[in-house]
């Protein structure tokens, strides 16, 4: 199977760990003041090159808000950039959806144990996720609780897995807030949706706008702030290989460029002298990820 490549299913909760000398651990991750000495992970951990930005906010958001995350989250996820949030209801909801409209790549940083999904209203989102290529992370063990105080400490996981952190509708006492300071405390940038100077949610906002937070409200200002080219996701094949294929998932990725067209499975055993059992289980893995796609002419990049 390709390397991290792990699924969500209710039957059946795969949770792997990566500890603090682990060269999977996250390099960012490891800058903060005080990084969890090991992180439990459902799913795939971005790739090292991967660029992360978090994009945060209130649960009670404004549908102007959530439609301003979900827009800035779509756009910076079609240029392959990793999105991460809290899977909490509101901003973090429509961040994690943004992304995954983009097909692109989106980590949630949860509170509690992965075991189970919280909140439990989320869990097709977390199913979602997962089978893009994404990850589930926390630092506590499975059977964990969601107590108050481990949201606060999830908070500096979130901003220190990134280089920036955008904040859509922080109200004056609020946990986005909270991941703002520390993002700033770690050397990393915060970005400001802007909104009515009037409106509650608003107020934290604004405060960090007034703190020195930049304003951004176009996945360009990110782009243009943090010096990024943008550039559309890589291929499949770069994805594949740089998560370490299978030989079949290899022999079948390379059939297929080469080909050009839709292939049936005989015709891809034919080409490769493999046989079409391990065929098909290797096209059902890469269909799911997105990798292939599977057409009523056969198979095709």
Known sequence: MLAHRIYYSDMKKIIGHV?????????????????PTRLFCRGQLPH????????????????????MAQRIARDLAASGIVI???LAMGIDTV????????????????????????PAQNTSLANDLLAHG????????????AYPNQFLERNRIVSGLCVATIVVEAPERSGTLATARFALEQGREVFVVPGPADHPNYIGSHRLVRDGARLVTAASDIYEDLGIDPKPQPSPQQ?????????????IMETLTVAGKPLSIDKIAELTTMEARAINAALASLVMAELVKETEHGYSI
């Open 19 to 35: 500890s603090f000398d682990d060269s999977r651990y996250p390099a960012l991750l490891k800058e903060i003041p005080d990084p």
């Open 48 to 67: 090292p090159d991967s660029i992360c930005i978090a994009i945060i906010g209130t649960r009670k958001a404004t549908t102007q808000g959530k439609a």
């Open 84 to 86: 991460v949030s809290g």
């Open 239 to 251: 994805f594949l290989f740089a998560q370490e294929a299978t030989p079949v998932e290899q022999a």
């Open 134 to 145: 994404g990850a589930i992370l926390s630092e506590y063990p499975a059977g964990t609780p």
């Open 95 to 118: 961040a994690h959806k943004g992304a995954l409209e983009a097909s692109g790549k989106t980590i949630a940083v949860l509170a509690n144990g992965l075991d189970n999904v919280y």
